[in-house]
């Protein structure tokens, strides 16, 4: 784990040539290395990126022709690459999971991260956002030990949901990953400051490289493609168009100021209850890795219809234990 690394966020204007999307990033990300970067990130979607309601010509598995040209553009640039989102192919469905893949300088793939909460909007004119239609969602939070130290991974809606981040948080990261593909019409309202907002809330470093301007059948990007410290100031980002972004990182600075405001520290786990529904028959699986050490769980194995799982968060001080009832 290194004190200081120069990390690049990349912006892109990906479209459904794949070919020509792929020699992009490989371009950009040469560029970044020949600047000093040690990680570079592209935006999400970036080796292909279809108008709304388009099929995916090319679904991808992980070990596919997109990822094994992105693990040798990796290993010849001797870079950490995150690659955004693609495609990842889902046996025996028409959908696909939309994935990140972490790709370490040797081009081995360190982690995947499939995208928890799916962009599924009612806003005027934009009704017909509904990714969960092409889309299967994920459900594994995700942390990676890196040469940065321990990178949070995520994808573009999920940046609203800050729960999620203080989750990667708990579990070390210090750099949350944000590639996204953000609406013009959301992205000039929100785009910035929820990102300042996560790095502030978590003291953490966020990268956000970004998709922009227009991708072909009436769909666009707002761009803006940054690099926010734990501070929350903006300290390198894209202004407009294909490019990239580099700013040093400061991890001696960012633990100063995490022993200085230990807000992450204060944290406090509140009383909550959730009730998810499951198939009769079935036990506290549902709870799975989400659970921590602090959870009860009491199961309804009577519930007519299905099994109420009530999953109960005390506080950070509570003792542990389970019951079936």
Sequence with gaps: MTARALAAVVQMTSTTDVERNLAAAESLVEQAAARGAAF??????????????????EPQDLDGPWVRRMASLAQRARVTLLLGSLPERVPGDRRVRNTSV??????????????????????????????????VPGDEVVVAPTALGTLGLSICYDVRFPELYRELSRRGARVLCVP????????????????????????AYVLAPAQVGQHGGGRASHGQSMIVDPWGAVVAQVPDGEGFALAE???????????????LRHARH??????????????????????????RVL?????????????????TSATADSSVG
């Design 40 to 57: 570079v990130g592209l935006p999400e979607n970036f080796a292909f990126l279809r108008s709304e309601g388009e099929p995916v010509p």
């Design 102 to 135: 972490l790709l370490g300088p040797d081009g081995a793939r360190i982690a995947v991260y499939r995208k928890i909460h799916l962009f599924d909007i009612d806003l005027p004119g934009m009704e017909h956002l509904k990714e969960s239609r092409s889309v």
């Design 180 to 203: 996204s593909a953000f609406t013009e019409r959301t992205g000039k309202a929100h785009w910035e400051v929820l990102l300042r907002a996560r790095a502030i809330e978590n003291l």
């Design 249 to 263: 990182l400061d991890f001696e600075r960012l633990e100063r100021l995490r022993r200085e405001l230990p807000a």
């Design 270 to 295: 509140y009383l909550r209850a959730v009730c998810l529904q499951v198939p009769r028959g079935k036990l506290a699986e549902v709870a799975g890795d989400a659970l921590d050490q602090h959870a």
């Design 299 to 315: 199961i309804d194995e009577d519930a007519h219809a299905a099994l109420a799982a009530v999953l109960l968060f005390a506080t």
